[in-house]
């Protein structure tokens, strides 16, 4: 089973520092994108987990999907906080009530050696969305000095976003979401102007 925490084993050429934290982060906000519905489509979360590299899926249940969506509940608090402060508070007390001391494993020697902090290679699903969500945002936050990721502006969307490195802060996940919304706000200045 591949199921990665921070460090999703990269070849050496490829690696670039905070890849492997960024990958998992931006995997942890697709994969609030699907789980975050009252019944998953277990489809649509093999799916996530195969674009972000997960091969082996054998496991993925029903039951398995259930615990992921709670699990994602908790995630969706880092993305949803408002400062870095608030984000270091929600990720402290998720790694103290989820995590494990932090490992170095190769699964086995199927993949290049990479970091863990759930209790076992492959352990239950939701225990590794919320762990290895959570150590991917944390040194995210820890390298950047920000919160690790945002929670779409757009009343319309909603959708948990990585904020992108540098730069002003990010308020929508998307281009479009933002072009969306200055429409709007356009067009009701312009509405207002002509009432």
């Given amino acids: 089973m591949r199921r990665y925490s921070v460090d999703m084993p990269v070849p050496q050429e490829d690696f670039r520092p905070g890849r492997a934290a960024r990958d998992a982060a931006r995997r942890a906000a ?45 995630v969706r608090e880092v993305f949803a906080a408002v400062d870095v402060d608030q984000a270091a508070e929600l990720l402290n007390g998720l790694l103290a009530r989820h ?9 086995g020697g199927k993949f ?20 290895s969500s959570c150590l991917a945002l944390a040194v995210l936050l820890a390298d950047r000095q920000t919160p ?31 072009t969306r919304e200055r429409v709007a706000a356009h067009r009701r200045a312009q509405r207002d102007q002509d009432s």
């Fill in 30 to 74: 697709d994969l609030l994108e699907v789980l975050e519905v009252d019944r998953p489509d277990l489809e649509k979360v093999a799916e996530v987990l195969r674009a972000h590299g997960e091969t082996d899926l054998g496991d993925l249940s029903r039951e398995a999907v259930d615990e992921m969506r709670e699990a994602a509940g908790l």
């Fill in 148 to 178: 690790p990721g945002g929670v779409c502006a757009s009343p319309t969307c909603g959708k948990a976003f990585v904020h992108a490195a540098g730069g002003s802060p990010q308020r929508y996940c998307s281009p479009r979401c933002a």
């Fill in 99 to 107: 995590a494990f001391p932090p490992r170095l494993t190769t699964h």
């Fill in 112 to 131: 290049g050696w990479h970091l863990h902090v759930d209790s076992e290679d492959d352990g239950p699903w939701g225990t590794w969305l919320v762990t």
